[in-house]
């Protein structure tokens, strides 16, 4: 048993986009709070602070989480990755994802924007394929009040299309030995 | 807002868990996925002086096929038996369910213990669990026993998990040769709350329906598949007890008991006949 007392700061020690950091939490911070107060990372964004408008999506070993669901002290060598960390293995500034989302018009204020990147993030790394009512139903754990959705769909139609050309073509490259 | 002060345990083995009981008693709470749990610490509904965390308890992350069963472990995620690629033979009501759980960003964290733990009388996983007649197994530092699922909801988040215990696994019975499954829900919104959830669960003889979103609890009534069906949906509407709240009237609750009942029940009575 290692327990944390409520009225004293823990070192808490994870990788976030890549990076080892930690900071001092005690154990009501949400992680939330975490990653913008202690660690910078002001990319989350915090809407309801009750799991239900997903601005403070996050992914937690890859996986997408509400932030202000969980602990600071439970991301304890945890790897969190946030929109900061989206384009750090892209050479350009932009992912496609990101870029995809510039193109058409895919937000207006931008506050729930860096949720719904990450969850879309990691839902196309497990569903490369998705149809529009998937993608509408994975969209409907991020509450948006600018963009009506509709571009947000066809910012990920747009993602899913190019991703699956560049696939079938080297497919077909192969093949015929080019 | 923000949660009041608490203590926090990292239960990495079953016998952290013991010993974090054994300091705290009944102020401590177990969190595993805390995608309900938290929500209400934040809302200050819950001030439990200590959570004992089990969401990296290796030996409680399981889920197996045992005895008959699709056995899942308190620290598994919704999203792991979502996966299962034999999900939709080995238990097809779930399958049918896991859509309507909240949403693929919770899903991914929340656990199927943990909602069985909750028992809101208006989530899908305590209705199926019911609905199949499964099982909750919780342990203790004395041992464990075994509560069918309509002894282990109580009422409105109420259980009959005992001061000690903690919720082991839930045992959820495989799918019966020629039974058919039927699940639907109606909710504001996609992922929302249900207003009414209905599981359908039909054999050679008889036709069980469970409703979720009316009482406190999942309930369940079974009928012989010849019964006037209009008459026993309309009978079991009423019986329900429905209550009217800012959103739904309790009438609208019992329409659409009898509406979606009908169409579920006739969808495979048509199907088993043809």
């Known amino acids: ?178 | 807002m923000k949660p009041c002060s608490f203590d926090y345990v990292r239960a990495d083995r079953v016998q952290d868990i013991f010993e974090a009981f054994e300091h705290y008693g009944q102020e401590a709470r177990i969190l595993a996925g805390g995608q309900s749990l938290m929500a209400m610490i934040n809302y200050r509904l819950a001030r439990p002086k200590a959570l004992i965390d089990i969401s990296r308890c290796a030996e409680l992350d399981y889920v197996q096929v045992r005895d008959g069963r699709l056995v899942v472990g308190a620290a598994v995620t919704q999203a792991k038996v979502q996966q299962r690629e034999a999900l939709a033979r080995e238990v097809p009501l779930l399958q049918l369910a896991f859509p309507y759980i909240s949403h693929f960003q919770i899903r991914s964290r929340g656990t199927v213990c943990g909602s069985i733990a909750h028992a809101d009388p208006s989530a899908e996983l305590p209705l199926c669990l019911t609905a199949l007649r499964g099982e909750v197994v919780l342990r203790s530092k004395s041992g464990r026993r075994t509560l069918a699922a309509d002894e282990f909801f109580t009422g409105m988040l109420m259980t009959a998990i005992e001061e000690g215990e903690f919720i082991e696994e839930v045992r959820f019975p495989l799918a019966v040769d020629g039974c058919r499954y039927r699940f639907d829900e109606v909710a504001m919104r996609r992922g929302d709350f249900a207003i009414v959830s209905l599981a359908v669960v039909a054999s050679a003889s008889e036709i069980a329906l469970t409703i979720g979103g009316v009482a406190d609890r999942p309930v369940t009534r079974r009928w012989p598949r010849s019964a006037d069906l209009p008459a026993v949906l309309a009978a079991f509407a009423w019986d329900l007890q429905a209550q009217s709240d800012p959103h739904v009237s309790a009438s609208y609750r019992r329409h659409l008991v009898r509406s979606l009942g009908q169409r579920l029940i006739t969808e495979v009575l048509d199907e088993t006949v043809s």
């Open chain 1, 1 to 178: 048993m290692k327990p944390y007392r409520s009225d004293t700061p823990h070192a808490i020690g994870l990788t976030l986009n890549g990076r080892q950091v930690s900071g001092q939490a005690a154990p009501r911070m949400l992680l939330s709070d975490f990653l913008r107060h202690v660690l910078g990372a002001t990319g989350v964004h915090v809407g309801c602070e009750h799991g239900v408008c997903g601005a403070c999506t996050v992914q937690v070993d890859g996986v997408p989480a509400r932030s202000c669901l969980m602990l600071a002290v439970q991301a304890e060598g945890r790897s969190i990755e946030t929109v900061e960390g989206l384009n750090r293995d892209c050479a350009v500034e932009l992912t496609d994802l990101q870029q995809a989302f510039k193109d058409h018009h895919a937000l207006q204020c931008g506050f729930c924007t860096a949720g719904i990147l990450m969850s879309c993030d990691a839902y196309l790394k497990q569903f490369p394929c998705p149809d529009e009512d998937q993608l509408r139903d994975m969209l409907s754990g991020h509450l948006c009040r600018c963009t009506g959705y509709t571009n947000i769909v066809r910012a990920l139609q747009a993602v899913v299309a190019q991703r699956n050309g560049i696939k079938q073509e080297e497919d077909e490259n192969v093949r015929s030995g080019s």
